[in-house]
T-cell receptor
Framework: GQQVMQIPQYQHVQEGEDFTTYCNSS?????IQWYKQRPGGHPVFLIQ?????EVKKQKRLTFQFGEAKKNSSLHITATQTTDVGTYFC?????????????FGTGTQLKVEL | GAGVSQSPSNKVTEKGKDVELRCDPI?????LYWYRQSLGQGLEFLIY??????PDKSGLPSDRFSAERTGGSVSTLTIQRTQQEDSAVYLC?????WGLGNTIYFGEGSWLTVV
């Protein structure tokens, strides 16, 4: 079945450093979504990418969808303590169509002062 | 409602007992999803309701798990004869429609502990 892997699994950075998480799917994706989950919280939608090679920015966050639509990345510039959490990518997966998402393995970000 | 509402927020049950977890999706959302997240792990798809169509049950881990959605709104996830490995956060989510690309909104989750 479809697999969505993310690297790294964990990342510790000093506040102000940059951070990048990479997402790789075993299958081509029609779109990819990114979610953030704060410690003890639930996943919250960040953004969706649809087009091959698409790049979107949200303040210090830059999201990219690969040309082959099988990979994606999230880059955070000058991390802050509020960025702490686990970042998941997710893509439509499995049979049956619809919006059923397969989530990536997640990257847990810790930011130290 | 304003957001996806789940109850109970926390449940401790004895091994072998049945549990019911409830989800009230955002008003007007036609698609409803159940995911499971074990401690420190990713999200595991369980079941997906899309409008009046038959649900996609392909993620249910065993026949002890079942879910229903009444009146196209509230959903109940039932786990029979609970086992310790069922301990996890059960997350419900909904989206306006079931088409590709619809934003999924998660509830706070029901934390289940089987002792």
């Amino acid at each position: 079945g479809q697999q969505v892997m993310q690297i790294p699994q964990y990342q510790h950075v000093q506040e102000g450093e940059d951070f990048t998480t990479y997402c790789n799917s075993s299958t081509t994706l029609s779109n990819i979504q990114w979610y953030k989950q704060r410690p003890g919280g639930h996943p919250v939608f960040l953004i969706q990418l649809v087009k091959s090679g698409e790049v979107k920015k949200q303040k210090r966050l830059t999201f990219q969808f690969g040309e082959a639509k099988k990979n994606s990345s999230l880059h955070i510039t000058a991390t802050q303590t509020t960025d702490v959490g686990t970042y998941f990518c997710a893509g439509p997966g499995g049979s049956g169509g619809g919006n059923k998402l397969t989530f990536g393995t997640g990257t847990q970000l810790k930011v130290e002062l | 409602g304003a957001g996806v509402s789940q109850s109970p927020s926390n449940k401790v049950t004895e091994k072998g007992k049945d549990v019911e977890l409830r989800c009230d999706p955002i008003s007007g959302h036609t698609a409803l999803y159940w995911y499971r997240q074990s401690l420190g792990q990713g999200l595991e798809f369980l079941i997906y309701f899309q409008g009046n169509s038959a649900p996609d049950k392909s993620g249910l881990p065993s026949d002890r798990f079942s879910a229903e959605r009444t009146g196209g709104s509230v959903s109940t996830l039932t786990i029979q004869r609970t086992q310790q490995e069922d301990s996890a956060v059960y997350l419900c989510a909904s989206s306006l429609s079931w088409g590709l690309g619809n934003t999924i909104y998660f509830g706070e989750g029901s934390w289940l502990t089987v002792v």
